[in-house]
């Protein structure tokens, strides 16, 4: 079961390369590596689900047994390196992506990211849960560009020199957000009922 998904993965990113994501179709990928048109189905719901593994597998072969997820910096540094390690496949992908596709995956891990990073620095303060989800979703937004910016720029930069001007960025900004929403200097995010 494992090498046929991982022969559609192998289809997948050899058509990539070829045309962008929207244009590949299931059929392209089953007469790519030989399978039925069911096959594919029985493992995968979608094109879409199938970009979801391959991402998600990518990112467990590279984090196995050389990096650690224990701080925020370490799991960005693990996202930038799956991207890098695997940029035959992940630049064409970012390339072809519109705003849906690349908030459907990229936000996916940098939300992740930048939850942990809001509920480090926002331990002790209290702060509602919508001003919360606000800075989670601006600071995984920034993650994102950043990370978008880096890929357009064929990766040149290492993936922990990135993370490391990041976490700078983020680590002097956040907590004057912070500070800023405490003291009342910035209003609360109050969700309203359109």
Known sequence: ???????????????????PLAKVTISDIAADCGI????????FKDIYD??????????????????????WENELITI?????????????????????L?????LRYTGRVAKRIVEEYAANIPLIDSTKNQLIN???????????????GDMKESPEQTVKYLS?????????????????????VIETEE
């Open 1 to 19: 079961m494992q090498t046929t998904k991982n022969a559609m993965k192998a289809s997948l990113k050899k058509l990539i390369k070829k045309k």
């Open 36 to 43: 039925s048109r069911m096959t594919f189905y029985y493992h």
């Open 50 to 71: 199938l970009v979801d593994w391959c991402i998600m597998s990518d990112a467990k072969a590279t984090a196995e047994g050389n990096v650690l997820l224990d701080t």
């Open 80 to 100: 930038f390196k799956v991207a890098r390690l695997n940029q035959e496949f992940y630049l064409p992908l970012f390339r072809s992506m519109d705003r849906e």
């Open 102 to 106: 690349g908030e459907r995956y990229i």
């Open 138 to 152: 601006y600071y995984s937004h920034a993650i994102m560009g950043v990370m978008l910016c880096w890929a357009m």
């Open 168 to 188: 700078v960025l983020l680590r002097r900004g956040i907590p004057g957000t912070i500070d800023a929403l405490s003291s009342g200097e910035l209003p609360p």
